[in-house]
Nanobody, 117 residues
Framework: QVQLVESGGGLVQAGGSLRLSCAAS????????MGWHRQAPGMQREFVAV???????NYADSVKGRFIVSRDNAKKTVYLQMNSLKPEDTAVYYC???????????WGQGTQVTVSS
């Protein structure tokens, strides 16, 4: 059974930092791209960042220069370091595993990030 479990969310003031983690089990972690998405209240889920199986990274324009995605294949864990947080970063953050066809076919339950002004 595949499980993706996020942790590290919480309440932080604007300008602060948080690091999210996502621990995977039940999948061949190293061959999957691992992405982060987020969903704010009343909004559609949106892409945030992804790190490929080969280690290349892509970011949404809204987080470039502030967020860093990384992975540890030995720990089957993907991270999202979020710096210079803004109130508009408030959302539920989800990690997801992306297969070779580019489809995110496994998702975690999400972790809440709230940034106060």
């Amino acid at each position: 059974q595949v499980q993706l479990v996020e942790s590290g969310g919480g309440l932080v003031q604007a300008g602060g930092s948080l690091r999210l983690s996502c621990a995977a089990s039940g999948i061949a972690f190293s061959i999957y791209g691992m992405g982060w998405h987020r969903q704010a209240p009343g909004m559609q889920r949106e892409f945030v960042a992804v790190v490929s199986s080969g280690g290349s990274r892509n970011y949404a324009d809204s987080v470039k220069g502030r967020f860093i995605v990384s992975r540890d294949n030995a720990k089957k864990t993907v991270y999202l370091q979020m710096n210079s947080l803004k109130p508009e970063d408030t959302a539920v953050y989800y990690c997801a595993a992306r297969n070779w066809q580019g489809v995110y076919n496994y998702w975690g339950q999400g972790t809440q990030v709230t940034v106060s002004s």
